[in-house]
Each structure stands twice: as C-alpha cells, then as structure tokens.
C-alpha cells in the first residue's frame, strides 16, 4: 500500500518536472516574438536605455510610420514572390530529380546523387562574386529571379537528399504492380509517389519559405532598386547617418514582416500533424 | 500523362521570365541618370536631391529622369557597389570617399575631375573651403563632390560637470583628468560605439593631429613612417589610456545605444559630429548637455579651431556617362541645393545665406559660428588614408587595443606589416 | 537506391531541371571561385595571375588558422546544442499526451524570426550597460562573478556568438525528430515494453537505432551549416573584438569584399568547401561502420 502511494507521489513529482521543463524552453523560445513586439512599442531612446522592461508608455508611433511610408507592402509583394517562387521550383525540382535517382535504373545514379549532396557543403558567399558578373551580363539584376536562382540551387541539395531517402522507404513493389496495371512512369509520380511524399513536401515547404523569406545575403547583392526589394532588405532602410540605426521603426518592420511567416507556419503545422497521424511514412 | 508532365515543365520555364519581370525595359527618349547612393532614406539630403531632380525633371518637360538606389547601410553599400564595379557595371553616379580604392578607380580613368569642372565652370569658390578639402586625396587633387559638411565635438553632460565640479578641459591632458575624475566617483565617462569601429578609431587620430596636422598619417600610410615612431606610440598610449574611460563592453555597444546612455545621463561625455545636432536639440535647449571641441596640446601645432570636420561621403561621376545632360544636372544642383538644404536645419557645404523664413535654433547658430571659425588644418578620419585591407585590421583591433587586450607591440607589427604588405600596391 | 524504371527519357525529364539549376547556381560559382582563387584582384582592372600564392598566404595565416580553430568550437557549439536539445525535447514530447501541437509550433518560433532582430536581441542581452537579461539572470542566480559584458570580452565572445545560431534551429530539429520519432510503428516499442523493457531502455536500444539515417541527415546539415555559420557573427561582433570571434566565413567575407582581395578570399572559400567535403566524409565513414 504504502509503496503504491511512494510510486503515485513520484509520479506526480515527475509529471510537474516534466511540465516545469517543457514550460521554461518554451518560454525560452517564445520570449524574443515578445521581446520584438514589446521593442517595437518603444521609442528608440527608451529601446537602447532600457532593453528589458515593458515599455513605459506603449505607442504605436513606430507602426504608424512604417505603415504611413507605405514602402513595406510592396517589400512584402517581393519577399512573396521570391519565396513562392522558389519554393515551387524547389520541391517540382527536387521531387522529381529525387524520384529519376532513386526509382529509375541508371548506372550514373550514385555519381549524380554525390554530386548534388556534395552542394550542401558549399558556403553560399562565394556564389556572389560570380553570380553577381553573370547576372549583369544578362541584364537580370534586380529581379525576381535573380534572387530565386541561387536560391533553389542551393536548396536542391537537401531537398533532393529528403526525397532520395523518403522514396527509397517506397518499397519498389508498388511500382511494379502499377507498371504492371499499366501506369507510365509520369503517372506512378503523380499518381503514387508524390500522395506519399506529402509529409516531405510539408517539411521542405516549411524550412525553406522561413529561410528563404529572411534571407539578406543573396537579396543584399543582387538588389539595388527599391522596386525590387526584399522585407529583410526593407529592415535596413531605418538606418541612418554614420550607422545609427532608428530600432524602433526596425522592430516594427520586423513584427509586421514575421507576420506572413508566423500565418504560413501555423497553417502548414495542421498539416505536418494531420499528416503524420496517418502515419504514412514508413518503410 | 507524359505531355500533361512536360506542359509543367514547359510552364515552369516559362513563368521564369514572367517572375524575372521588369528586367526589359522599354527604348524611349528618356535619359535616365542613375545615382547609386548611401545616404539615409528620407533624409535631409535624399529628399533635398529628390526635390531638386523633380524639379529639373520638370523643367525638361520630363524627358529626363533621376533614378536613386540608396543603401544607407554603409557596409552593404560598399560591398554593393564594389560588386557593381568588379562586374563592369559602374552608374552613371555613385557615391565614394576619397580612399584608395577611389585613387585606384581614378586611375582606372573612371571618375571625373571634379575639382578641375568646378574650376572650369567657375564654382569651386561657391562651396566652404574645408568641405571641399575633405574630398581632396593628398596630392590635390578631387573626384568627388560634397552634399553635407560636418564638424565633430564633444557633448558633454552639464548636470554631471556641475556636480563634480569639473570644467570644460581645454588640452588633451584635462580631458583625461576630467575623465579619472568621472570614473573615480563611479560615473562612466564616455560613451563609446564601438560596434561601427569609426568612433573608436577617431580617438587613435586625435595626438597625432594635434602634433602633426595630417602628416603622420600621410606618412604611415605611404610607408614612410612607422606606427611604433614615438608619434605612433604616443597615439596608442592615448587610446590606451581614453579607453579605460569608454563604457563597459563599448565594443560591443552600437549607435544608438551610446546615444541613448549619454542622453540619459548615464555617461557623462560622447564624441559625435553636428548631425545629431537634433537628436541633442532638447537636453541642449534645457541645459542639459552642451559641447566642447576638440582640446588642445599645449606643445602642439594645431588651434583649438582645428579639429575634425568632415563633408561626408561624396558624389562621384562616371567619366565615361558624364555628358552634357549630367554636367547641365550637377550645376542645377549646385545651383540649388544650398537654400534648400539648408531651410532643413542643415549645414551646407555649399556657402549660402540663410532664407529669412525658416527659424533656425541657437544650437545650428553656433555651430554655425563654429565652422566659420574653422582654422586651415583639419583632422582627417584615418579610414579615409588607409588601404582597405590595413584599414580592416587596423578597425578589427583597435578594439582590442583600448579595451587594454592588445599590447601597443602587437599593434605595430601588425600595421607595420599590413602596411608594408598592401600599401602602393 | 536500387531503381526499377527503366525509361531513358523519362529520367531525364525528371532529372535535367534539377541537374540544369544546380551547375548554374552553385557548380559554376564553385569554379569559378576556384580559377578566382588563382589569382590576384582588387575588383578593377586585370585580374593577375599568380599561381600558388594564395594558398601559400593562406597556411602562414596567423588570422586564418585563429579563425579555423574559432570555426571548430563554434560547430562543436551549434552542433551539440542543435542536436542534444533539439532531440531531447523531441523525445519529451512524445510522452505528451496533451497539447503537443501547440507546443511544438511555439518552439519551432525562433527560426522564423530575421537575424537582424535575433542579433539585436542578443545584443541587448548580452550587455552591461544597460544591464542586459544574461546579466541580470546570472546576478539573480548568485553567479554575479560571472556578469560581464560578453561580447566584448575575448574569452567568452566566441560563445557568446554560437549561442544564438544554436538557439535559433534547435526547434527546427525538434521538428524534425519528433515527426521521425512519431513515425515509428507503435508496435514495435509496444512489444518491447510487454516485453519487460523500460521506457529509457526503449528509447536507447530501440527508438533511436530506427531513426539513425535522420539523425545522420541532421548531423550533416548542422555541421556542414555550421561550418559555413554566417549571418550572426557578422552582425554581433563582425568578427571581434580583433579576431576573437572570427569564423571562415566572416573572414573569407571580409577579405573579399572589405579588404578587396577577392583571389585570398576565394582561396580561403575553396578551404572551406574542402574542409566541410572531408566533415561529411568522416561523418559517413562513421556511419557506414555504425551500421556493420
């Protein structure tokens, strides 16, 4: 009896450690969405002079400029289109250069699956020199496309790494009893293997449109022009005179650019769960 | 279900140019003039270049079109720009400080004589003598063309002076003092941002100034002098000696926080040119702060009316777009851009009198004054001298030598021998 | 990847879009940075050739080998923290019955956030005047020997710099471990439990083992992204206090488009390709010998 009561008190302790940790990493985790909001309540002197407290008189002066500007919205219609983009070409690519490598027979298969894994491994700074020549002899500085380049490529690595080792769980059966039914090898794609991948697509989805939507380096050397700039290149308008930086305006720009990520997130999360309780990944 | 794959093939490509979009635009008969430049969006002087070009636009019955990429960030800016050029791609106007790597875009014979155009179209006498001298590279001569003119003081905190009985030092030695003092009684000193490295490396170019006008770095920089000569030493003792004085951690304290502290009152001095003149406008106006400039050495050879002034980072002209339509646009600027800079509560490099209508406050009058005052000599910043590659090491550790990590032997051998290496290259 | 199709043209409609943007975005910047790193370039006028120059420079580079060795803690740093964390967290979810949605999405937070932000953020923590959160948790703990200012001082700013980039993805693999954990069939740690195993000996001997490939997958994209770790160093410190907390990447940076030596710059860059080719060659020799 008494042991059971030990082991039930046990219990209970190691349930409130258990919650009392999960709690104190999400606090860790959530704490800098807080502290951006809270910043960009701020005005730059209080910002700099009292980073941590609550702000002493909320305004949302800050806002009220960023969005007065108006330049933002147009910021935001790039960063858009770029991360759509890119993501669309990234996951069409992939997916079908994941399915030619690991499905398709073919002795180049091995080499052409270093080759691409070998791109993981590459710094993507010294693209910008090169790149940089390239694109202006073609005239395309300043596009869209400039930016989903680079972008995609050096996405494909890993995405194409994802798929190869999700489809190899595809046991090759399947595909022989469809070839046998008749199915071409553009209909056993779309028909068989990319319903399977959706969990793949959703990871890859979610990854890159964040990294992409906040990349600076790429969007920093390809983009001059207002017309074409990005939300992270937007951030950098605030600064000022000899590097003096109005943080305020900043971290109103950046509350109001997480936002698209943060929506997109939270939508693709229900799909992450749903897919998973279907448990379809297996091999 | 092959043909439905390839047709999303083909689409995808397809969309490509569709997303690349704008990249083709259309021949008309509009000149368009592109300025690449750094200067904050907004701004005094963007929107002043703005108004003017709108203007001239206008009056050329819009026909002709100014195009402004600005990247205020300066070192964004400069990797940009460098990029442009490595790539062949240089606008038609761009803006630069007359560094070496502008010297070796002059002698690429990319740039234009500015100061020779001045002369030729008899303007060189409308702009304030040391504004234009800024731009000068040692030997004379001028490729760039000033849109600001700036002196540098320190602002110091009345309330704190006033407690600690101190007065406004006038040599280089009282200052010092007047800082023990400040640190002795628990008050931080100076605030210091470290994280854009120029301020820092301002106070590395105040001794030898004051004993030698710009003739030491000149030398340093050509190789002819060495950083651990006893003027050299004397400089790294001086940073050695300020920095113990500069907030905790002020390496890695940027812009705006040091402001803020010495707004605050939490740092009693803070070392910041007349641009900012707005930003202290209130403490100034409640005797709050107020500024000294530069002190002196009793023994030196520069005035107390000399010190550092700056106009800026200037405006360059592609020598191989830099046409009639261009000339005819610049001297309509130069026409035009002093009234209206100024009428923002600016100081013009251009000399101009003040328009009637605008109130100007005492703080621009003084400051006014001040530069009026401006004796012949100036102190020069020593990133403007330096080669780009000492110039990183020499900001990379001067941190490290005022925060009293770095030995002053370490220090030289390290410029000696990025000197020594990437000097006349 | 033993395939089945065998279909000349279909493989190459699903293969030549991929293989046509990966030669043009990173294949040919790759070579041309190594024909870069050949010679010597101040980004105006002829680029001189100059053969060997730049890797002899290279190895008698005090400052390059400082920022090698930096380069090596901070992926230690990253890795462990990605990794360890990011797993073990993993693994505590699973055992949430409740609310694990939720959760997971609020972890998963910081990655969305720009650098720019998670730069200034730290920053602010990270410093004395004013007394930045670091600082004043560590004064609350008792540690107040321990406050400092620690970006600016050269014994703690490499840290100082890793922390944040750890942080930042740690709920990235969490992600990513949880929906690997999630996926393994429920039966067979179910018949190990009846079996009489405990929970802890499960998860060593069982749960783990099965997700092997995806731990190996995330070891080579944590340590490969480490070694190219960017972004942060380079808005906190810029490589400094001196070269304190100067990684490979911030100084082939720097070189190239600072000091305008773009050959030295694209040498120390092949360096690093090179240096991450050799990580991942160790990490699946480990791999393969992990799986005899």
Redesign the interface.
């Given at each position: 009896m008494r042991d059971n009561e030990v082991y039930k008190k046990l219990a209970i302790l190691k349930k409130v450690v258990f919650a009392i940790v999960i709690i104190l990493f999400l606090l860790i985790q959530v704490y800098p969405v807080f502290w951006v909001f809270m910043a960009s309540l701020k005005p730059t002197v209080e910002l700099s002079a009292s980073p941590f407290s609550l702000p002493s008189a909320p305004t949302f002066e800050n806002f009220i400029k960023v969005i007065k500007e108006g330049k933002i919205w147009g910021y935001m219609i790039n960063s858009v289109k770029v991360t759509g983009g890119s993501l669309i070409l990234i996951m069409a690519l992939s997916s079908m250069a994941g399915y030619a490598l690991s499905k398709f027979v073919s002795r180049f298969n091995n080499a052409l699956y270093s080759f691409f894994t070998f791109g993981i491994m590459i710094p993507v700074q010294i693209t910008l020199i090169p790149l940089f020549i390239f694109y202006s002899r073609m005239d395309i500085l300043n596009t869209s496309f400039s930016l989903i380049l680079p972008q995609v490529g050096f996405a494909l690595p890993l995405s194409i790494m994802m798929f190869v080792s999700f489809f190899t769980f595809v046991p090759n059966e399947l595909i022989e009893a469809a070839t046998i039914d008749g199915c071409t090898p553009y209909g056993i794609f779309v028909k068989i293997i990319l319903p399977l991948a959706k969990n793949t697509f959703v990871t890859i989805a979610s990854m890159y449109s964040i990294l992409i939507w906040n990349d600076f380096i790429f969007a920093n050397t390809f983009i001059s022009k207002d017309s074409a700039k990005t939300v992270a290149m937007g951030l950098k308008d605030y600064v000022g005179a000899f590097g003096n930086v109005d943080w305020g305006l900043t971290f109103a720009a950046i509350t109001i650019s997480i936002l698209p990520p943060m929506i997109v997130y939270f939508a693709l999360n229900k799909h992450v769960t749903a897919g998973m309780s279907a448990g379809a990944v297996k091999g | 279900?092959?043909r439905?794959?390839?047709f999303?093939?083909i689409s995808?490509?397809m969309?490509?140019?569709v997303?690349?979009?704008?990249?083709?635009e259309e021949e008309s008969d509009v000149t368009t003039v592109t300025w690449?430049a750094s200067?904050?969006?907004?701004?005094e002087i963007d929107t002043t270049m703005r108004e003017i070009a709108e203007r001239y636009s206008q009056e050329h019955g819009g026909k002709w079109v100014l195009?402004i990429?600005t990247?205020?960030?300066?070192?964004?800016y400069?990797?940009?720009l460098?990029?442009?050029?490595?790539?062949?791609?240089m606008p038609d106007i761009i803006d630069i400080d007359a560094d070496p790597?502008c010297q070796?875009?002059v002698d690429?014979g990319?740039l234009v004589d500015v100061k020779q155009f001045l002369i030729d179209e008899g303007r060189y006498d409308d702009y304030q003598e040391t504004a234009l001298r800024y731009q000068e590279f040692t030997d004379g001569s001028m490729y760039t063309l000033p849109l600001e003119y700036h002196i540098e003081m320190i602002w110091y905190r009345k309330d704190i002076f006033a407690q600690y009985g101190l007065d406004v030092p006038q040599t280089m030695e009282e200052w010092l003092d007047v800082c023990k003092t400040l640190s002795e009684n628990g008050i931080?000193p100076i605030a210091v941002?470290?994280?854009?490295r120029?301020p820092v490396l301002r106070y590395m170019a105040m001794i030898p100034f004051r004993y030698s006008g710009n003739d030491y770095i000149i030398a340093l920089r050509d190789g002819k002098a060495s950083m651990g000569d006893p003027l050299g030493r004397q400089a790294i003792e001086f940073v050695q000696e300020i920095g113990q004085y500069f907030?905790?951690?002020?390496?890695?304290?940027?812009?705006?926080?040091a402001?803020?502290?010495f707004?605050?009152g939490?740092a009693a001095m803070y070392y910041i040119?007349d641009?900012?003149q707005n930003a202290m406008l209130e403490a100034y106006e409640a005797g709050l702060v107020d500024y000294f400039l530069l002190p002196t050495a009793p023994d030196g050879t520069t005035g107390a009316n000399e010190y550092c002034a700056n106009s800026?980072i200037g405006m360059a002209f592609n020598a191989e777009t830099f046409d009639e339509k261009t000339k005819d646009f610049i001297l309509y600027v130069i026409e035009n851009y002093g009234e209206i800079y100024a009428s923002k509560m600016q100081m013009s490099p251009l000399k101009v009198d003040l328009p009637e209508d605008v109130e100007f406050t005492d703080l621009y009058y003084r400051i006014a004054e001040d530069m009026d005052n401006f004796g012949p000599a100036f102190m020069k910043p020593w990133d403007t001298y330096l080669d780009?590659?000492t110039?990183?090491i020499m900001q990379?550790?001067i941190?490290?030598l005022a925060?009293g990590?770095?030995s002053a032997e370490d220090f030289i051998s390290l410029i000696d021998s990025s000197i020594a290496a990437n000097a006349n290259k | 990847m033993k395939g089945i199709i065998k279909n000349k043209v279909a493989y190459l409609v699903f293969l030549l879009p991929a293989l046509l943007f990966y030669l043009f975005a990173v294949f040919y910047p790759i070579i041309d940075s190594i024909r870069l790193s050949f010679v010597s370039w101040g980004g105006i006028g002829p680029q001189k050739y100059v053969g060997f120059d730049n890797y002899i420079r290279l190895f008698s580079d005090s400052v390059m080998w400082e920022s090698f060795f930096n380069n090596l803690v901070y992926v230690v740093i990253v890795v462990s923290m990605q990794l360890l964390i990011g797993l073990l967290f993993a693994v505590l979810l699973t055992y949430m019955q409740k609310n694990v949605t939720i959760v997971k999405t609020l972890y998963y937070i910081p990655c969305i956030i720009t650098t720019v932000a998670v730069g200034q953020m730290f920053r602010s923590m990270y410093a004395t005047q004013p007394m930045g959160l670091f600082n004043i948790v560590l004064s609350a703990l008792g540690l107040g020997d321990l406050v400092r200012s620690w970006l600016a001082d050269v014994d703690t700013v490499l840290v100082a710099v890793s922390l944040p980039e750890g942080w930042r993805f740690t709920g990235m693999y969490m992600v990513i471990y949880y929906a690997a954990l999630i996926s393994i069939d429920t039966e067979v740690s179910e018949a190990a439990i009846i079996d009489g195993a405990s929970k802890w000996k499960t998860l060593w001997k069982i749960k783990l083992p099965m997700i092997k490939p995806v731990i190996l997958l995330t070891l080579t994209m944590c340590i490969t992204g480490a070694l190219r770790g960017f972004d942060i160093p380079y808005l906190l410190t810029n490589g400094g206090p001196g070269n304190a907390s100067e990684l490979m990447s911030t100084y082939m940076y720097k070189q190239a488009f600072s000091s305008l030596q773009f050959g030295y710059g694209s040498a120390i860059a092949v360096f690093i390709i090179v240096e991450s080719i050799i990580a991942v060659i160790i990490l699946r020799l480990v791999g393969r010998r992990g799986e005899k």
């Open positions: - | 279900m092959k439905l794959f390839l999303a093939i995808i490509l969309l490509m140019p997303m690349a979009g704008g990249a083709s690449f200067r904050p969006l907004g701004g195009e990429e990247t205020a960030d300066r070192p964004s400069l990797q940009r460098r990029t442009l050029i490595a790539g062949n791609n790597y070796s875009l690429a990319l931080t941002d470290g994280v854009d120029w907030n905790e951690g002020f390496a890695a304290t940027d812009y705006a926080t402001q803020s502290m707004l605050n939490q040119g641009w900012e800026g780009s590659a110039n990183t990379d550790n941190l490290l925060s990590d770095m | -």
